[in-house]
């Protein structure tokens, strides 16, 4: 095993404790980096929203590796709904989801019913969802009303020691952040 895979693997093993035991990790994703934690932990968001002093009625973005991570929030979709929402996954498409059976923790949803989820083509990020388990959260790494970091040295500098782990790797290809669109309105959040 080289050096390299060697520490990947550490930092991916301190990643997915500190989520497990309620931390805040930084990670790179498709065009900026995020924080992220478990998002059933209310407490773990509590502490996310703080650092960035975001208020809890906007919510936040929950990511996976796989459709098969996030399958019960798709099962009350028509078929038509879920070809539009597989075709873009994975990949850099945020679809704002009905959640009528209450799946995802309000503190996830902010004011909103439904819940914001993408299925990541980012290696990075496919590798920290598989190795917990299931879907996290993901809001870029910045104060609210600041620029989003897209290097290391600018989530140091936003959050120095206050993430439990950081996650190292390359952003993805995007310039701007993901796509957002809802599924029932098919209006484009943000483009």
């Known amino acids: 095993?080289?050096?390299?895979?060697?520490?990947?693997?550490?930092?991916?093993?301190?990643?997915?404790?500190a989520m497990r035991q309620g931390g805040v990790i930084a990670y790179p994703?498709?065009?900026?980096?995020?924080l992220?934690?478990?998002?059933?932990?209310?407490?773990?968001?509590e502490r996310l929203l703080y650092l960035k002093s975001r208020p809890r009625h906007k919510g936040v973005i929950l990511i996976a590796a796989s459709v098969a991570q996030i399958e019960p929030l798709l099962r009350h979709l028509d078929p038509a709904q879920r070809q539009r929402v597989e075709a873009t996954w994975p990949?850099?498409?945020?679809?704002?989801?009905?959640?009528?059976?209450?799946?995802?923790?309000?503190?996830?949803?902010?004011?909103?019913?439904?819940?914001?989820?993408?299925?990541?083509a980012h290696p990075v990020v496919?590798?920290?969802?598989?190795?917990?388990g299931g879907p996290?959260?993901?809001?870029?790494?910045?104060?609210?009303?600041?620029?989003p970091a897209k290097d290391l040295l600018r989530v140091n500098l936003y959050f120095a020691n206050r993430v439990d782990a950081v996650m190292p790797g390359p952003?993805?290809?995007?310039d701007q952040p993901t796509q957002i669109r809802d599924l029932i309105t098919e209006a484009v959040i943000r483009s």
Do not use: Y
């Open 91 to 120: 990949g850099p498409v945020t679809w704002l989801l009905p959640d009528p059976d209450h799946l995802i923790p309000e503190w996830v949803k902010g004011k909103h019913s439904s819940v914001a989820v993408r299925v990541s």
């Open 29 to 34: 994703t498709e065009a900026v980096w995020g």
């Open 171 to 174: 952003l993805g290809d995007l």
């Open 1 to 17: 095993m080289s050096c390299k895979t060697a520490m990947n693997w550490w930092h991916i093993h301190q990643s997915v404790r």
């Open 136 to 147: 996290i959260v993901s809001t870029s790494a910045n104060p609210a009303g600041a620029q």
């Open 126 to 132: 496919q590798t920290l969802c598989n190795s917990f």
């Open 36 to 45: 992220g934690c478990d998002p059933f932990n209310e407490e773990a968001l």
